[in-house]
């Protein structure tokens, strides 16, 4: 893991100056639309270049697969997953709800993951066995402590169904549902402002991963529908199936899981 902890600096710098774009160029957007009908603007593909070509240029020898630059490449073995700008829509609108997601897959599971906000500054990253941290807009780095305060927050997506928060709400009567569109949520939870997250709904392997590898060092588990780790390079188009997030034991909220997958 060397090969990440060495690579910090440079890549603060670079989310620095790529979220700095994102932030400057959010008012004189140029929106297109993909294949799927999701929409894609013109800061999009920009950071996207320059977060390929950074990676191209430093990892020489390693596959790079992008959200707005998929190569049929098949799954490698080891490969690096990108995401420009996740949350495009609230982008778009001109919120402050979306991020850059960057990370490192080998043998199927992240090993490497940042998420970094433009609005913020705050740039959270993972490394596999080396634990996960903050660095804020000031330079200071804090560790996301395994056994830090969990806040009684559960994170949700903002299409989630009502038949999904009616099961959260009613197996935690107590707790706030916060809804977010973007990867920001999984930073949330590694920081312990929220005890539970899931998605039921199909997501990409570039949304997810970072947030995998920050969330599980900092001590949170990241579960597939059959309550194994969640893991890649499965789908030859990169698409995700169900995944639940949780700080604590399995026990608590596994029967609010199956609830959950009975609906599916």
Known sequence: MEKFRNSIDGFVELCTKVGLIQVNGQQDLKIDFKSDKSPVTNIDLLSNEMIVDYLSKEFSDDVVISEESIKKVGHADSYWLIDPIDGTKDYIKGGSQYCICLSYI??????????????TKDFFYGIKDHGSYLINNS????????????????????????SVSSILTANFSNSKMIYLSSAIKFSCIAQGMGHF????????EWDTAAGQCIIEESGGQFLDKN????????????LNGPFFIFNGELTTYKNTINQCLSLI
Do not use: A
């Not at 395994?146 to 989630?160: A, F, M, P």
């Not at 309550?227 to 990169?238: A, E, H, I, P, V």
């Open 106 to 119: 080998e043998n199927n599971y992240p090993v490497f993951g940042i998420i970094y906000i433009p609005s």
């Open 139 to 162: 330079h200071k780095s804090t560790r996301l402590n395994v056994d830090r305060q969990i806040e009684d927050n559960i994170y949700v997506s903002t299409t989630i169904r009502k």
């Open 197 to 204: 997250s899931l998605r039921l709904g199909p997501t990409y």
């Open 227 to 238: 309550l194994k780790r969640f893991s890649y390079g499965k789908d030859t188009n990169y």
